[in-house]
């Protein structure tokens, strides 16, 4: 059973516009959330984080989104660049940082 | 050299091979984690090393076999495995087991399996 699912596989953005990228969890435990990157040939780099204390958490041009009573959370990158086309993975943790459950990914393709 | 460095990072066996992987982090972290990555699916969390011992085995099957020897290196042997245990196999490693939560883990690059 997927406890952290991102339904859409793949999503293209224009440069310079904005990518929202989006992630669902079943677990009302988890109180922790991390957006992964992932290049091809690559291993995942950590992007950024956010705890189920905050709503929002904002570096630079990424900024995560967390909507508990929807146990929904998003990644807005704004403005877009063709250097962000990747693989972003989201997951989840209840307070065991042993454990984080991950989604399947979703392919962002930037078009220059 | 620096992170979590992986090797092989392509391998291709038959199914009655029996071969190594090998991950080996330089970052003095206490946790190692291998997961693996099937396409189009979740990254699946395998095993957990906490403090060299095995903390976590998520109904793995034993053709897998982890090795921590210590808190710098992670191994996977691989045993009569069959054609869908071809994927990306990631290792990991964290402080605490968890990377104090801020920053999760620090992934390898992976190794790439094929099993023929």
């Known amino acids: 059973d997927q406890q952290v699912k991102q339904n859409s596989p793949s999503l293209s953005v224009q440069e310079g516009r904005i990518s929202i990228l989006n992630c669902d969890y079943t677990?009302?435990?988890?109180?922790?959330f991390l957006w992964y990157k992932k290049y091809p040939a690559e291993g995942p780099t950590f992007l950024i984080s956010?705890?189920?204390?905050?709503d929002k958490n904002e570096d630079g041009r990424f900024t995560v989104f967390l909507n508990k009573s929807a146990k929904h959370l998003s990644l807005h990158i704004v403005p877009s660049q063709p250097g962000d086309s990747a693989v972003y993975f989201c997951?989840?943790?209840?307070?065991?940082?042993?454990?984080?459950?991950f989604g399947s990914g979703t392919k962002l393709n930037v078009k220059p | 050299e620096t992170g979590v460095t992986q090797t092989p990072r392509h391998l291709v066996m038959g199914m009655t091979n029996k071969k190594s992987l090998k991950c080996e982090q330089h970052?003095?972290?206490?946790?190692m984690y291998w997961y693996k990555q099937s396409a189009k699916k979740p990254l699946e969390l395998m095993f957990v090393?906490?403090?060299?011992?095995?903390?976590e085995n998520n109904s793995v099957p034993s053709r897998f076999s982890p090795e921590c020897p210590n808190s710098s290196h992670l191994f996977l042997h691989l045993h009569t495995l069959q054609p869908e245990d071809s994927a990306l196999y990631l290792c990991?490693?964290?402080?605490?087991?968890?990377?104090?939560?801020?920053?999760?883990?620090?992934f390898g690059s992976g190794t790439r399996l094929t099993v023929v």
């Open positions: 990991a490693s964290s402080q605490d087991g968890g990377g104090t939560g801020e920053y999760g883990y620090t």
């Open positions: 677990n009302s435990m988890f109180d922790y």
């Open positions: 956010i705890s189920s204390i905050k």
């Open positions: 997951a989840a943790s209840e307070g065991n940082f042993n454990k984080f459950y």
């Open positions: 970052l003095g972290h206490n946790a």
């Open positions: 090393y906490s403090l060299e011992e095995r903390v």
